[in-house]
């Protein structure tokens, strides 16, 4: 019994020795591990959560054509030609020149040295061609990369590092094509290893950050490409206090936007609700940095193929009608300049004839409703006007998508044009593919709807005859001429007169109710610093962001 019982007693202190043992091996492995986790933080070190405000159907820039994935891939990407941020004028990206022939049919570009893709792959005129391969293959149904290409026929490679576009007839918006992300070069390499649904996941570009992770609706993750020394001019060399890792979360709720500034919980945010945007500007723990963004501003198409829209004094009395500067005062909290036409005011040839074509008096909007033949014979101050089927009211339908805060801006006409006796009918739609369905189906009178761009060729796609974005359905032969031979020329005075005349055009004739030009409301926590925007004004320039005292 006794040795029994020693022995059992000998066996517990064996026991409890090996399980201090097994305790002490324990927390000494989780102390390496929680020092190589700080370590490997450490070299994460500065890192930003970034704000996405909305969670498009693809990332894929080939494929997709929404803004939100340029904020993010941008920085993935490098494109053929730049865009100073500040001139706006085209500069050298992965090429270093680029030849035009005479004829305006033939671009030679000459491409850098020494670049190489995240995955090791280097970069040359065969990437270039594989690129342009997937965005002209019918099966990658692109949305706006191929558009971009304009009149594209073909390439040759002539060397290592030189290849050549060829058109089918000349397009000078080409240039600014191949300084947009929607073209960037991905890795040859990546693209065969992945398909059209998968590639999205693993994108490979050659540019300052990379993808490292992306969890649809949660979170993407860029790392600094620690190899990076080809950038364009205005990309800058980086410091410790640069950014090495980006974390992109979704906030598509308006309301969580500040909110997640304040607690620290997201340190660059997008689209803030002006409400919020004005009262950060009053403090100092969050910078307010207002982005205008060139292309068209916030806008609604007028129908011209539906009465009483087709009545050009209709249209022209909706817009004297509008009192503009009351909506950019009380819904944007006066950060949005008023729109004038169909081009932002910070657009390349933007008219500045426009600024006093219309001012708001509903004077001059009764008395051209009362020549369109409309009076309030019953008193219910509901315009009217007889037809084949009787008294027909003067109500008319507008669509808006749910963001943007369209939605307060038609509340806003609803009620002013109701003072001057238009009753006004509101369809919200959640999406562009319900907005387009509703234009299709032709039971409209107005429609919301913007874009973006610094080239005034955007103009072509909503009013050319055959435009597959003609919103307001105007077909008229002598502006498609005017567009065409501004996209065909490469003269600069001869584009800005026709873009002058295709401008006034399309406001004589009320095709458009323009409201306010786009502004983008960003805000940044306090040690945010140069954090700006390219030239088309979404994207953020990712590569020189710092987090000043980082560490302490």
Not at 6 to 31: D, E, N
Not at 448 to 460: R, T
């Amino acid at each position: 019994m006794f040795l029994r019982r020693t022995g059992c007693i000998a066996l517990a202190a064996i026991a409890i020795v090996l399980a201090s043992a097994c305790l002490i091996s324990a927390l000494v492995f989780t102390g390496i591990m929680n020092e190589r986790r700080a370590v490997a933080q450490e070299a994460l070190s500065p890192r930003i959560v970034y704000g996405l405000t909305f969670m498009p159907s693809g990332f894929d820039p080939h494929i997709n054509q929404n803004s939100e994935l340029g904020i993010v891939f941008r920085s993935v990407y490098d494109t053929l030609l730049y865009r100073d941020p500040n001139t706006k004028q085209l500069i050298p990206g992965l090429a270093e020149h680029v030849d035009i022939s005479a004829d305006g049919l033939t671009y030679t570009f000459k491409l850098k040295s020494g670049v190489k893709f995240h995955d090791g792959e280097p970069f040359d005129a065969n990437a270039v061609a594989v690129t342009l391969d997937r965005i002209v293959n019918p099966d990658t149904a692109s949305q706006k990369s191929l558009a971009l290409l304009g009149s594209y026929s073909r390439y040759e490679i002539v060397d290592a590092l030189t290849i050549k576009v060829i058109l089918n007839s000349p397009y000078s918006p080409l240039l600014d094509g191949f300084s947009q992300v929607y073209l960037g070069i991905a890795s040859p390499k990546a693209l065969n290893e992945y398909d059209n649904a998968t590639y999205q996941f693993h994108q490979v570009g050659t540019g300052p950050f990379m993808l490292v992770d992306y969890v649809p609706g949660e979170r993407i993750i860029l790392r600094r490409n620690p190899d990076y020394a080809w950038g364009p001019s205005f990309y800058e060399a980086p410091t410790a206090d640069s950014v090495k890792e980006i974390e992109f979360r979704f906030f598509q709720d308006p309301a969580t936007r500040a909110p997640a500034l304040e607690t620290g919980e997201a340190q660059v945010m997008g689209e803030l609700a002006p409400a919020d945007a004005l009262l950060f500007s009053r403090g100092t723990d969050v910078q307010v940095l207002p982005q205008p963004i060139p292309g068209q501003p916030l806008q609604f198409f007028i129908n011209t193929s539906a009465a009483p829209t087709s009545d050009l004094a209709v249209r022209r009395a909706l817009i004297f009608a509008t009192d503009r500067a009351a909506i950019v005062d009380s819904i944007f909290q006066q950060f949005s300049p008023i729109a004038n036409g169909p081009l932002s005011a910070t657009t390349v040839f933007y008219d500045t004839g426009l600024n006093n074509l219309y001012r708001y008096d509903q004077a001059s909007a009764r008395e051209l409703l009362a020549q369109a033949g409309y009076s309030d014979s019953d008193g219910d101050g509901i315009l009217d006007k007889p037809d084949a089927t009787g008294i027909k009211p003067l109500r008319l339908v507008v669509i808006t998508p749910p963001f943007g805060l369209v939605p307060q801006v038609v509340q806003k006409l609803q009620s002013q044009w109701r003072g001057v006796g238009i009753d006004v009918e509101i369809r919200q739609v959640p999406n562009l593919a319900a907005i387009m369905e509703q234009v299709d189906s032709g039971d409209y009178h107005l429609v919301a709807f913007s874009d973006y761009g610094v080239d005034a060729s955007i103009l072509n796609r909503y009013y050319r005859s055959d435009g597959i974005m003609n919103l307001s359905k105007w077909k008229n032969t002598e502006m498609d001429a005017w567009l065409d031979r501004a996209t065909a020329t490469v003269d600069e005075t001869e584009r800005s007169n026709l873009y002058i005349q295709i401008q006034r055009h399309i406001m004589e004739n009320a095709l458009i109710l323009p409201i306010r030009d786009y502004v983008n409301l960003n805000a940044a926590s306090a040690n945010i610093q140069d954090l700006k925007f390219d030239a088309y004004g979404w994207f953020p320039i990712l590569a020189n962001v710092k987090v000043v005292n980082a560490n302490s």
